[in-house]
């Protein structure tokens, strides 16, 4: 599976912003889908996942209620929708694919990233 992010950039404290994940491969709706984001002298760290059964969801407390994670398994793409965007969100955000769901980064594969900026 190889994945591509796109979809971010600058934006003001309070707006909002939508990551997509474009996903190749033919099984796409088999893997847990996952969002993570580093920000600068950071580690890597959880922000969404979501089951590729159920669609069941996963949220970082940080995010809950702000941000929203789905899939498109017909488009073969994961979205992020980022609501009410805080300078702390600042970071460079990764979509992630694996066989399990998980809250950590233990995913087989990886996009690229795409930076997020939040002014304030």
């Known amino acids: 599976v190889q994945l591509q992010a796109s979809g971010g950039g600058l934006v003001q404290a309070g707006g909002s912003l939508k990551l997509s994940c474009a996903a190749s491969?033919?099984?796409?709706?088999?893997?847990?889908m996952g969002w993570f984001r580093q920000a600068p002298g950071k580690e890597r760290e959880f922000v969404a996942a979501?089951?590729?059964?159920?669609?069941?969801?996963y949220y970082a407390d940080s995010v809950k209620g702000r941000f929203t994670i789905s899939r498109d398994n017909a488009k073969k793409t994961l979205y992020l929708q980022m609501n009410s965007v805080k300078p702390e969100d600042t970071a460079v955000y990764y979509c992630a694919a694996g066989g399990i769901v998980t809250k950590k980064p233990l995913y087989d594969y990886w996009g690229q990233g795409t930076l997020v900026t939040v002014s304030s």
């Open positions: 491969g033919r099984t796409f709706s088999r893997y847990a």
């Open positions: 979501i089951s590729w059964i159920e669609g069941s969801t």
